[in-house]
C-alpha cells in the first residue's frame, strides 16, 4: 500500500489526523494534509483506509503494487 494526497483537492479538514494520526498530518500553513508515512506499516492499513472513507473531498489516494514476478 502507497498513500499520497491530492493537496489541490485537500481542504485541511482533518479527518485523516484524527483517524491516522500515525500516518498523516497538516502543514502549518494551510492545514493541507501531509503523509508522514507513504507505505505504511501492516497494523497502520484499517486506520489508513477508515481515513480514506472519511476524507470529505477524496483528497487520499491509495495504491498497491500488484506486479507479478518476473
Known sequence: MRITVDAGRCVGSGMCVL????????????GKAIVLRPEPPADARDSVREAVDRCP??????????????
Open 19 to 30: 483517524t491516522a494520526g500515525e500516518v498523516f498530518d497538516q502543514r502549518q500553513d494551510d
Open 57 to 70: 473531498v477524496a483528497a487520499i489516494v491509495l495504491s498497491t503494487d500488484r506486479r507479478l514476478p518476473h
